[in-house]
């Protein structure tokens, strides 16, 4: 991943003027808000964009659009990546959008209603994931989600409802030719950066030939 900090900047800053103006708007309001430091929220955003990904997934459980997906969508505003918000409940895609209007981003993310296993499958080389792990199949996802091993990011949320420690780190640490590095970001959140070996480069070796005089 090609890392561009002025889309990074643009993202930054444009995800921290709508939790200035817009979190505290009741016609606006999130669910999870108060779940997520607006400083993750930046963080996100910017990573996002300034690793210039092209392809942007977030599974959501029961919540619908989060403070996860604005983060996202304003990272692919800016850098014109395609982003797709899996929903796993029946939330009403209309609703969605109009939350997404509150931020004028309503045109930016591609809301998509079915089972995240399934509908995961329909996509190849993601760079960057957002997994929430209140869904019961998190683990499944953490083993058939299609990153791009050339350069990707997974970030799990809601990591308190976890039944056991396993992190996406460690679901493709087995993986060939692939080495990744988890962090924890804020509160109940973890990030796992995956990119390939580098292979090491073969020593080739010059001949010498030696000529003996008499």
Sequence with gaps: MKWSPQDAMKAYL???????????DQDCTLGTRNLIQPQCMEFISALAAGNQAK??????????????????????????ARFICILHQLQDIEDCKAQLSCYNLEDVVELVHGDPCEVIMGFKNIDFAVIDCKLEDY?????IID?????????????ERRRNGASFGEVVKGRKGVEYMTRSIGEGMELTRIRLCCKPQKKRYKRFHVTFES
């Excluded at 919540?63 to 996860?68: A, E, K, R, S, V």
């Excluded at 990153?147 to 990591?159: D, E, F, K, Y």
Aim: net charge positive; glycine share 4%; charged share 15%.
């Design 14 to 24: 444009h995800t921290l003027q709508l939790c200035k103006t817009h979190f505290d």
């Design 55 to 80: 392809l942007m997934v977030q599974i959501t459980s029961d919540q619908g659009i989060t403070p996860l997906t604005i983060a996202l969508a304003v990272a692919a505003k800016h850098t014109k």
């Design 139 to 143: 683990l499944r996802l953490f083993k």
């Design 147 to 159: 990153v791009n091993p050339r350069g990707s990011v997974v970030v799990a949320s809601n990591l």
